[in-house]
C-alpha cells in the first residue's frame, strides 16, 4: 500500500513540476516576444533622412573654374560636406535635391539665374522625388541661403513631399545674409511639419572646417 502510495505522489510530484516549467516558460516566451516587438517598432519609427539642395550637384562645371573663387561649386560643395556629416551621425538615407536644368558653375551667373526665378516664384523642375517619404518620421533639410531666402528648386521638393507631423531639423550655409527669410518660406512651404528652432547655420567660407560643429548639433538633437 505505501508503495502504491508513493507512486501515486511521484506522478503527481512530476505533472505538477511539468505544469509549471510550462506555465513559466511561456511566460518568459511572451514577455521576451512582446519586449522584442515593441524594441523594433520603436527603432523602425525613427528612420531618417537627409535632403539637402548643394550647388555643387546643380552645376555644370565650366573650364577654368576657380577653386579658391568659387569653392562651394567644387564637389563637395559646403552644403553637400554638411549633408554628409549628418547622414554619418544619424545614419539616415542621403537624397539629393537636383534640378533638370542646371545652374552655370560663375557664381555671377548662378546668381543671376537664381534672382531670375524667385523673382518668377518659379518652381524647378526635379530629377527625381524621394521614394515613399511616408517610411521616415525625422527629415534634416540642407541648403544655402540664395537671394535672402531658399534656392527655388527647395520649394519644389517640400511642395512635392508631405512633410506632415514629421520632425523637420533644418542646416544652412550662407553669406553675411545668415537665415534669412529661409526658415519663413520653409513653414509656408510646410505648414503641417514639426519644423524645429533649433537651426545648424555656418558661414559658407567656413562649412568645410565645421564637422565638429554640426555632429554635435546633431547629437545634441537626440
Request: charged share 25%; aromatic share 10%.
Amino acid at each position: 500500500m505505501k508503495k502504491i502510495l508513493s507512486l501515486l505522489l511521484a506522478i503527481t510530484l512530476v505533472f505538477s513540476l511539468a505544469a509549471c516549467g510550462q506555465s513559466s516558460g511561456d511566460g518568459t516566451e511572451a514577455s521576451t516576444e512582446t519586449e522584442t516587438t515593441e524594441r523594433n517598432v520603436e527603432v523602425g519609427a525613427r528612420k531618417v533622412l537627409v535632403a539637402y539642395f548643394s550647388w555643387a550637384d546643380n552645376a555644370i562645371l565650366e573650364d577654368g573654374v576657380d577653386a579658391v573663387t568659387s569653392p562651394s561649386v567644387i564637389p563637395p560643395g559646403d552644403v553637400q560636406q554638411l549633408a554628409g556629416w549628418v547622414q554619418e551621425e544619424t545614419g539616415g538615407d542621403l537624397f539629393s535635391i537636383r534640378v533638370t536644368d542646371p545652374y552655370p558653375s560663375d557664381w555671377d551667373a548662378c546668381l543671376e539665374q537664381a534672382n531670375e526665378e524667385r523673382g518668377d516664384d518659379a518652381r524647378p523642375q526635379l530629377q527625381e522625388n524621394v521614394e515613399n517619404m511616408g517610411q521616415y518620421d525625422t527629415v534634416f533639410l540642407g541648403y544655402p541661403n540664395w537671394w535672402y531666402g531658399v534656392p527655388m528648386a527647395l520649394l519644389t521638393f517640400l511642395e512635392g513631399n508631405d512633410l506632415s507631423d514629421k520632425n523637420v531639423y533644418l542646416f544652412c550655409s550662407h553669406g553675411t545674409g545668415g537665415l534669412a527669410d529661409s526658415v519663413e518660406q520653409i513653414t509656408e512651404a510646410s505648414p503641417e511639419a514639426v519644423i524645429s528652432d533649433d537651426i545648424f547655420d555656418c558661414y559658407e567660407e567656413d562649412a568645410a572646417s565645421s564637422e565638429e560643429e554640426i555632429r554635435s548639433w546633431v547629437d545634441g538633437l537626440r
